[in-house]
């Protein structure tokens, strides 16, 4: 009799093939929610858009980099990306920092919708 057997290195390999497009995008969130377009294979790609809630800390990992929601105003927000602080206005047509186009969907009274896309090289 032939018994099939894998070994624990294929399990672990396919293992962190399922967790692997989770991790690239939306992990590390609180108060927030992240969508983002995937490849193929599942891993997270540009665009994402990430709705984040107006009260407490609301943090998101998109794309790689750790974005903030730091202040809301009726017509602007005030992120860190990558530990680099911008404000982005509802006027602005895209914001770029850390190599993402920034674009404000919304500022609604409960959340903030921003849609991030990398930028083209």
Do not use: Y
Request: some cysteine.
């Amino acid at each position: 009799m032939i018994v099939f057997r894998r070994k624990p290195l294929t399990a672990l390999a396919l293992a962190l093939l399922t967790v692997g497009p989770v991790a690239a995008c939306g992990a590390d969130t609180e108060n927030a929610k992240v969508e983002c377009a995937r490849t193929a294979i599942g891993r997270a790609k540009s665009p994402c858009t990430v709705t984040f809630d107006r009260e407490g800390p609301s943090t998101a990992s998109v794309l790689g980099r750790d974005v903030e929601l730091l202040n809301t105003e009726p017509a602007r927000v005030t992120l860190n990306v990558a530990s680099t602080g911008i404000t982005v206005s509802l006027d602005d047509r895209e914001a770029q920092e850390a190599n993402l186009n920034i674009t404000i969907e919304s500022i609604g009274k409960e959340n903030v919708v921003i849609r991030f896309s990398e930028v083209a090289v």
